[in-house]
Structures are given as C-alpha cells and as structure tokens.
C-alpha cells in the first residue's frame, strides 16, 4: 500500500513538472516579443474581467506577475531571463524530490523486500538519503 502511495505521489509531481516545463517553453516563445505588448494583453484580459489566476495560465506568467502588471509596475531589464532561471531551479527541485520519492520506494520494494523493517528505522534510512541528497546538489 505504502508503494502504491510513493508511486501516486511522484506521478503527481511529474505532471507539476511537465507543467512548469510547458511554462518555461511559453517563456521562451515569448522572449523576442516587447514586453509591453505581453502587458497590454495582460492588462486587456484584466479589463475584460478575468481573474489574475485565468489570466496568468492564459498567458503563461505567474500570478505574482500578473499582479504587478495589473498595479503598473514595468518590467525591469532582464527580469525576463531571471523567471526562466527561477523556473529551471523549480524544476530541478521539483525532479530531485522524485527522484527522492523513487528512491525510497526502491528501497521498500527492491532492496528491502519484504525484510521486517519498524518505522522507525524506515524514518532514519529515509532521513538519512535526503541529508545526503541535500549534499550532493549543494
């Protein structure tokens, strides 16, 4: 059962992924565009009375993003290629934790198999392998 849970858990986290990787490909679609004409279709879709939320998946920004434009902030030089970076960090987090995921459940299903393990200890290897995760990416 545990199994089946890890494997629920990382097939959701790879469909997150694969969302913010059609994100980062939308960003870069729309690298050479002005960006004030990305603004004024923002700020169109606003006046028409969609919501941030629509508005931010509709064009591929991030909420917080939207925000700022529908207040007048303007983009700053370079802030552009700064989200791409954010994004690409998010994502290589985000693959890590599966990576985290299948591993543990490597270990309830491969290595271990079946051996009698108490939760404790399971909590230790655990917690032990994402330590050890956390130095391999720093």
Do not use: N, Y
Request: some cysteine.
């Amino acid at each position: 059962m545990a199994e089946r849970l890890l494997a629920q858990q990382a097939t959701t986290r790879l469909r997150r992924i694969e969302g913010q990787v059609r994100g980062i490909q939308r960003m870069l679609d729309r690298l050479d565009e002005p960006p004030e004409a990305l603004a004024g279709q923002v700020r169109a879709l606003l006046a028409e009375g969609t919501s941030q939320a629509q508005v931010a998946r509709t064009v591929g920004l991030s909420r917080q993003r939207v925000a700022d434009i529908a207040r007048g902030r303007e983009s700053v030089d370079g802030e552009r290629c700064h989200e791409l970076l954010t994004q690409i960090l998010a994502v290589r987090a985000a693959v890590e934790q599966v990576g985290l995921l299948i591993m543990e459940l490597h270990l309830e299903c491969c290595v271990l198999d079946g051996t009698a393990i108490d939760q404790r200890q399971m909590k230790e290897l655990q917690d032990s392998i994402r330590r050890w995760s956390r130095l391999g990416s720093a």
